[in-house]
């Protein structure tokens, strides 16, 4: 195998791992999304009022859940970080671009004095070809690199995702006990008035309800009652 044709194969498989670690981020995703999912289920459905010892515990094991989460966090984001410096992919120039380099070397060799048609294309292409292997060269290890340190960026994040289920499980424990601490038990809210309200208590009748009693005399000396 010539050299051209092993850092051929080195530069094409420097692209096939980029598209290979570029389409494996839905899983970490995917994972950390359904963590942070049962981190965040067991905070707020935990009752905080339980035993002092019991919400310690928990509380410790949920800070230290969420650290390892937010560490793998980080870790996922530099993977993908393509806007940090040195780390562009390099890639060949295109086709046209190519053969126009290639015609500009006829087109030099052309305009030596010392030069002949036999040897005129045979140097042309030998440049071209000392050209293209550089290039191969160049690119494919500036490739390879950039894919190593995403690859370890990566490793880490995966890591510490592991550590933080494993936390979540050990999470699971004290937010079980508490759970079955509390069940069946009814949760009242309890409502506060901290200002006060006027109220106004006098009664108003709009009608007067007073029996009024008229006495008349009548010849006799005697009281007639009519009651109207």
Known sequence: ?????????QYDKSLSERTEINNSLSTPIGILTALLA???????????????RLVTVFSGIAVVSAALLGVAIVYLVLAFADFKK?????????????????????????????????????????????????????NASNNQRINRIKT????????????????????????????GINRGKDKVQKIEIDQDFPI????????????????KPNNNGKATTNNK
């Open 152 to 179: 370890a960026l990566l490793f880490q994040s995966h890591k510490f995702m592991i550590y933080g289920l494993i936390s979540l499980s050990l999470l699971i424990i004290p937010f079980g006990i508490d759970l």
């Open 200 to 215: 106004n208590l006098k009664l108003k009748y709009q009608k007067d309800t007073t029996i009024r009693l008229k006495v």
């Open 38 to 52: 049962g981190l965040y289920f067991c905070v707020t459905n935990f009752n905080y009022s339980d035993n002092y």
């Open 1 to 9: 195998m010539n050299q051209e044709d092993f850092y051929k194969i």
């Open 86 to 138: 040195n780390r562009d992919y390099l890639s060949l120039n295109d086709s046209d671009q190519l053969d126009q380099y290639y015609k500009n070397l006829i087109s030099f060799y052309e305009n030596q004095p010392s030069s002949t048609p036999s040897t005129l294309e045979s140097q042309a292409k030998k440049d071209f070809d000392e050209y293209l292997l550089a290039e191969l060269i160049r």
